[in-house]
């Protein structure tokens, strides 16, 4: 418990908001607020604004019985469903007063000091517009312990250094911690129609108007990795497509680690349609097999089990549902 005279003179409670948008979170909902509202003082007098888009599990019903028991917790409706419309929602209700927004993940659980760390961050560095953190991924079972060790390597991630980075600096892009409310409304809040990737598209229209994103390694988050191979392609899927529409909503040149995906996946497609008139086509295929085969033994070696293998069939749908996420959105209309 943090006692009032731990709390840092420079930033109020009232000073900061707290936003977590959901939808059907009913399995994650509990932890994650659990892990804000019992942190103490500090936490007691910070807003927290649970944005639902309409969830038909138990998220709300759980959201309400804490909100209940701690007047600090607040449910709203997201008619807009995303969380980037949850999100623009709640600071367009939360009035003038709040100097720092701090969102929060519902698939998240948060530790101690957390949300007063990023407020810190902000404060401390009055160039920078917004703050980015490091997520740690995590997971039970043995295909989510294989994803989570996946995504933080550079193969799973393309080397985002908001993955498992251990340095903190300077950054065009990083998983969104904290902002200065004046930035995040000065430049319109979240494009409210992005599913997917409305970080990165908030980031960009951020360095155009000059705001700077500061990487906080020490802002740490463990991240709960999708459960089943479904789940994780459906993830790659719309992150492929956010990224893509991202790229050509401001004409942007796609960088080399956004390509590899997508290239491998129309060279792998090419040459499984050529391979039935010419066999050695089938080459490429076969090197991207042995590729992911020598990933799940390095799993295999890394997690020190049979819970590793599951490595190479991560990385594939991974690599796989963002490339064709990716390629979908660039043939779409808009």
């Not at 000059?210 to 990795?225: I, N």
Request: glycine share 12%; charged share 20%; hydrophobic share 45%.
């Amino acid at each position: 418990m943090t006692s009032p005279s731990t709390i840092d003179p420079d930033i109020s409670p009232d000073d900061v908001l707290v936003v977590v948008p959901t939808l059907n979170e009913a399995a994650h909902i509990r932890a994650c607020l659990a892990s804000l509202i019992g942190d103490g003082a500090f936490m007691a007098g910070v807003a927290i604004v649970v944005a639902d888009g309409g969830s038909t599990d138990a998220t709300r019903d759980i959201v309400a019985d804490l909100a209940r028991t701690h007047p600090s917790v607040r449910l709203i409706d997201n008619p807009g469903r995303l969380q980037s419309a949850g999100i623009n929602a709640a600071v367009d209700r939360a009035g003038d007063r709040r100097r720092y927004l701090v969102r929060c993940d519902a698939h998240a659980v948060y530790p101690a000091g957390y949300v007063r760390q990023v407020a810190q961050a902000l404060a401390a560095r009055p160039e920078a517009a917004s703050v980015a953190g490091v997520l740690d991924a995590t997971g039970q079972g043995c295909f989510q312990r294989a994803s989570a060790w996946v995504v933080d390597t550079p193969l799973g991630s393309g080397g985002s250094a908001h993955r498992g980075g251990r340095r903190s600096r300077w950054v065009d892009h990083g998983h969104h911690a904290g902002f200065r409310l004046d930035w995040f409304r000065r430049i319109g809040g979240y494009d409210a129609t992005f599913s997917h990737n409305e970080d990165a598209e908030y980031d960009h229209r951020l360095g155009l108007a000059g705001g700077r994103v500061w990487l906080d390694a020490g802002l740490r988050t463990d991240y709960v990795v999708r459960p089943t191979a479904g789940a994780l392609w459906s993830q790659y899927w719309r992150y492929g497509r956010g990224r893509a529409r991202t790229i050509r909503k401001h004409g942007m040149r796609p960088r080399a680690r956004q390509l590899i995906p997508v290239l491998n996946l129309i060279v792998l497609a090419a040459c499984l349609l050529i391979a039935p008139f010419w066999p050695w086509a089938l080459i490429l295929p076969g090197l991207y097999l042995l590729l992911l085969a020598g990933i799940s033994c390095a799993g295999a070696v890394a997690l020190r089990g049979p819970c590793g293998l599951w490595a190479g069939p991560v990385l594939g749908i991974m690599h796989n549902a963002w490339g064709a996420g990716f390629l979908r959105q660039m043939a779409a209309r808009r």
